[in-house]
């Protein structure tokens, strides 16, 4: 039988705020357990949770990137639950009125494009860390993570494939990195997913029970997940048997997927409104402001870089699709408006590969903007070829200086004398004479060995325009 | 209608309290005598209107993006009933 | 007449004039809480006391004291005190030493207050006559075997007992103005949001409200006019300037309009009590004010809506209570499971325990919207009905409790315990303010008379108990002993 995959995603992303969604305190990384744990978040008796302005900002700002109904209305709810990471027995989140209702969001995975849809976003606190094997007989419990404010982003079922599934959460990666809303920072968790995962016989119109796949850090994990899970549900309907809807947790070291401990039977999460909190109202102002602050989405900005530095599509598109990329770009192109296309060129060539090749984000590369775009200007400039420019680029990435710096004391610069070049021109010319001959009666080919010769002489110095120009006028 | 005993087993373990058989019973049927108290509210016509969860018609203030906390984990965590190095514990959890 | 007898008014200008020092003062207390047997006290903080008294003195000495300067109060153990333990009644929190103050707390500490110690009350507020207590019964100073009220009933008895000038109280259903009236006290439970619950044990969050508990009308608008305010820590705290509570005390009344509820004097009202509270509106009449019958016909359902929407709220709220980071955990846990079910089985009494499973039985799925949202809509109703009266009077009034304190032991059945309630529950729904006022004996208990306003509307609720007590001195009695 041929199945269809259906995926639907819940992104959790830790909001970068300074402070916590309901408190003062502090939102670090890395911190002493327990240090920027206030008694709001301990959930001392007596504490009262005050929302955070900027949480509101940031996730109407996804809403109004992703082109969904904010809800200038809405309101706060507790989900009940008991587990030693909820200091208050409960987590305050979202459930009727999210502040985010639906919106939409186009993905492309090659030549194709696809529309998925959002079906909200709300916000909610973050739970602290329980953390299983740091003491023999106990669980340890750091709360310094609970409160901090997350946006869950809840796709519709829209995805057909692992693929899909990653390509619509890189997307919605990059968007609230470039909303500058996350920092997106899978290893530490500030941007998570969970996949609902489910299969049907293809053209079934019913939804399969699916499962929630938990745990992922990775893109590359939520691909071999999903696949993973997609296979595991063949087998069992195949078989005969049925997809119990439970929650597995995927486990990345032994590549498997397995069910958490089943906690359906005590699953009723109590949801009712906060009575701390009152219903937040978004004034048409604050609306009206936050659109104004709305920084260039990737859509608009890869419509500049067509309309303004005449990229190719394509070109446009790879550089648009994380922000560190085309804030790259951007930051080369300062000095060097006439030479998009070969700015482009290499920070999709030379500097991509090297980046892969050392398995650094482009954070971290050795090789600056500014670095690179003076590299650029020197063969936008004719003082060295593009051949020798890719030298110059390994040796800055191994930090042996500038490009100015290292053109100079390797001897680099372009042969552009003229006199110099017929001198050897001549030479050539009158070493060879047999080929001379060839090129006389009509091979055109043979230029290429003359230039051969002209190169090796120069050591590779020799301007390669100014060279040809001669070489014809000579050889006529 | 009225909560079996089983049933107030079940509320009681949502509530993460858990009764001895004469406790069962005694609050079987105490809860049954206080939810027959709220059945009189089936009688009360409530189309329309909206439910209250707030005396007040005021709406959420928002506060500003400020750190304003301490590091007050010493005096947070002398009252608390288990401590590792900075760590509340609690007995190992099997996920 | 005894200094033990003075109001905070009549104390402050004896503090100020030298006649008594807060030291001699706080002693005078603390002695008489020693030797006291109403267990109206948790904690006894005698230490922390004398420092504050002396620091009081000092201040005194240098001419920079306000008027609450050097007073000493006895503070509800649902205040979170940095320092000094605050149990909220409760087993669960007897280790709980609070490592940071109640907003309240704050400031009663920057108006020189001195706190005697924590008051007596019902298991995290939950109780209406001080018997669900893990410190045990409070009992009333008119007569020992009688209950003080609750939840607030420490409280009450040391007011009542003279064994603090005053005392704070919290009210989610009647919980100040009830022990209040059995304690033949005065006491005021202000609008919702009016002062700040941050570092208030939380029991309904929708529906706690704090105030003062005194022995006038005059000594509680001076006691609120610190406690009020608003707090940016506390959501639900209104962003409203605090008037000063005792300017308007001494207006006239003439001319005030009086509404008295039918459903207020139905079925189930003592007759004596009733003749008392009558008695009290003559009172007025003859003091200028004009009596209306109104009507606030969703009034009944008060108690099934209150014992659902308080229960719903309560059992979130205790959640937190659970073992891990403060509070009582149980011997040798097996696991987590364990850790959970012992510690908060262990830890909580009868009647919390009830509540809390009231609330998760009305929220769990399937029964939310027959019991909490039917609750909250019903609510709604009912605080309509005040909008509709407030149209047409002033101010209502009514009795405060059916009957006069009862025995201690003698009710047993929580819904009887929980019908007692009728008079005092729709304010806290509709989040209004309202207060008790002492209006006579019957069966030689004190019988108190309710004053429910309108929104924001303490003063005027201050004023007219103030005039009150001007023609009138069942505010002055005490009982026979003292």
Redo the contacts between chains.
Sequence with gaps: MEWETVIGLEIHAQLNTKSKIFSAAATQYGAEPNSQAC?VD??????????NKEVVSKAVKFGLAVDAHINQRNVFD?K?Y?Y?DL????QISQLDWPIVGEGEIEITLGDTTKVVGITRAHLEEDAGKSIHDLYDDY?A?D?NRAGTPLLEIVSDPDMRSAKEAVAYAKKIHALVQYLEICDGNMQEGSFRCDANVSIRPMGQEELGTRAELKNINSFKFLERAINLEVERQQDILEEGGKVAQETRLYDAVKHETRSMRSKEEAN?Y???PD????PVEISDELMAQIKQELPELPQEKKARFIAEFGLSEYDADVLTSQKPMADYFEKMIVNNADHAKLCANWIMGELSASLNKHQLELVDAPITADDLSLLVNRIGDDTISGKIAKDVFKAMWDGEGSADEIIEAQGLKQMSDTGAIEAIVDEIIANNAPQVAQFKSGNEKILGFFVGQAMKATQGKANPKLLNEMLRAKLK | MS?SEEQ?GQ?????????SNEALKS?TK??N???S??????Q?D?DN????????H?T??L?EDKVGEED?SE??Q?????IGKKH?L????IE | MSIHHKTIAQLSQGLSSGEFSSVELTQHYLDRINASDLNAFITVTDEFAMKQAQAADDKIAKGVGGILTGIPYAHKDI??TNGVK?S?GSKM?D??????D?TVSHKLNQADLVMLGKANMDEFAMGSSNENSYYGDVKNPWNVDKIPGGSSGGSAAAVAGRLAPFATGTDTGGSIRQPSSLCGITGLKPT??RVS??????Y????DQAGPMTQTAEDAALVLNVMAGFD?????S??RDVEDYTASLNDSIKGLTIGLPKEFFSEGLDDEVASQVMAAVKEFEAMGATVKEVSLP?SA?A???Y??VAP??C??N??????????Y?CED????E?????S??EG?GEEV??R??????????GY?D????????????I?EDFKKAFKEVDVIMGPVSPTTAFDLGSVK???SM?LADIYTLSA?????PGMSIPAGFAQKLPVGLQLIGN?WSESKLLNIAHQFQQQTDWHTQAPQEL
């Design positions: 008694a301990l959930g001392l008796p007596g504490v009262l949770p005050v929302l507790r009940n008991f030693p200091p208050k027995g409960y669980t419990v709360l009723d109590r949801y009712f009575p701390d909190l009152l | 909560l107030v509320i009681a373990y949502l509530a993460r309290l858990s009764l609050n105490d809860l005598s206080i939810l108290l709220a059945e009189q509210l089936a009360i409530t209107i909206t439910p209250m969860a707030h005396p007040l005021m959420q203030r506060r007050q005096s947070f002398a009252i608390a009933p288990k509340y609690v007995p190992t959890v | 205040f979170c605050t909220a929190l280790n709980f030493i609070s490592p940071y109640a919702y949001g619950r941050y570092g208030m044990i939380a309904a969050s929708s529906l940016e820590k506390d959501s639900t209104a962003e969703n359902y108690i099934p809506t014992y659902i719903c709220e059992s979130s205790l959640s937190r209570l659970d073992g891990v980071r403060y509070g955990r846990p097996k696991d987590l364990d850790l959970y079910l012992r908060r089985s909580f325990k009830r809390i499973m009231i609330g998760a039985y009305a929220l769990s799925a939310y027959a019991y909490y949202l039917k609750a909250q809509k019903t609510r709604h109703l605080s059945d929580p819904v929980y806290n729904l509709a989040g209004l929104y």
